[in-house]
C-alpha cells in the first residue's frame, strides 16, 4: 500500500488558509489521494480527491505536485467548525475496481479566534 | 436521506456477552465497510462487502468476529464472546457503484466491554 506522512498537528487562526500538506512518495500511476475529515465524536467525511490535476469543491481545493510524491488540502477561510483530524489517503485496489482506503493517522487541525 | 444508520448508538455489556451491531447502508450503495477506531490502532477495516459478497476480511481481528450482509441494505457484526480488548468505535460506512471511493460513514456504535 503506499503509504502517506502527514504532520500530527497543526493550528489555524480562524479566517485564514489552512494549508495541510501530505507526502505520498510511493504512489503509483493509477493511484487517487483521497482526502477525509473526522470531526470529534464523528464518523470520517469525504472532502475532495484527485489523480493528477489540482481539484477544488465547495469544501476545499486540492494541489497535487506535478511529480505526485505531495499534495495540499487546502481550507481557503477556516472557520472553528473546521477543527477535525484530516486524513490523506492513497487509494488502494484489489482487482477491477474493487478498491479500499487505508486511514493513517491524520492531522490534528486546530482553528482558533 | 437518511444517511447510514448503524444501532445500537451506544452498548456497554458484560466480557462473555455476545454484542450484535447493525447497519443500514445508503439506499443504492453496493459496497459497505465496516471499520473500528480505538486510540491506539487508529481507525482500521474490519471488513468490506461488495454487492452483499465479502471481498475482505483480513481485518477481522479472530473468530470471535463476524460479519454478515443478508441483503442490500442490512449488516451485522457480530462479537461472540466479547473481550474488554473489544472496547472502540465501530463504524459503518456505504459507497455507492462506480470507479470512485467516496464512503458515507455511519454515526458509529460506542462498545465498552466491562
Known amino acids: 500500500d503506499a503509504k502517506t506522512t502527514q504532520p500530527t498537528s497543526m493550528d489555524c487562526a480562524e479566517g485564514r488558509a489552512a494549508n495541510l500538506p501530505c507526502n505520498h512518495s510511493?504512489?503509483?500511476?493509477?493511484?487517487?489521494v483521497y482526502w477525509y475529515r473526522q470531526i470529534h465524536s464523528q464518523g470520517p467525511q469525504y472532502i475532495i480527491h484527485?489523480?493528477?490535476n489540482n481539484e477544488t469543491n465547495e469544501m476545499a481545493s486540492l494541489i497535487i505536485t506535478e511529480d505526485r510524491k505531495s499534495s495540499t488540502l487546502i481550507l481557503p477561510h477556516a472557520t472553528l467548525r473546521d477543527t477535525a483530524v484530516y486524513y490523506c489517503?492513497?487509494?488502494?485496489?484489489?482487482?477491477?475496481?474493487?478498491?479500499?482506503?487505508?486511514f493513517g493517522t491524520g492531522t490534528r487541525l486546530q482553528v482558533t479566534l | 436521506d437518511a444517511g447510514v444508520i448503524q444501532s445500537p448508538r451506544h452498548e456497554v455489556t458484560e466480557m462473555g456477552q455476545e454484542v450484535t451491531l447493525r447497519c443500514k447502508p445508503i439506499s443504492g450503495h453496493n459496497s459497505l465497510f465496516w471499520y473500528r477506531q480505538t486510540m491506539m490502532r487508529g481507525l482500521e477495516l474490519l471488513i468490506y462487502f461488495n454487492n452483499n459478497v465479502p471481498i475482505d476480511d483480513s481485518g477481522m481481528p479472530e473468530d470471535r468476529f463476524s460479519a454478515k450482509m443478508p441483503n442490500a441494505s442490512f449488516s451485522t457484526l457480530k462479537i461472540q464472546p466479547s473481550e474488554p480488548r473489544d472496547s472502540a468505535v465501530y463504524f459503518c460506512?456505504?459507497?455507492?457503484?462506480?470507479?470512485?471511493?467516496?464512503?458515507?460513514f455511519g454515526p458509529g456504535t460506542r462498545l465498552l466491554v466491562l
Open positions: 484527485g489523480l493528477k
Open positions: 510511493t504512489i503509483s500511476g493509477n493511484e487517487y
Open positions: 460506512a456505504s459507497r455507492p457503484a462506480g470507479v470512485g471511493e467516496t464512503q458515507y
Open positions: 489517503i492513497v487509494r488502494v485496489y484489489y482487482t477491477g475496481t474493487a478498491s479500499k482506503l487505508t
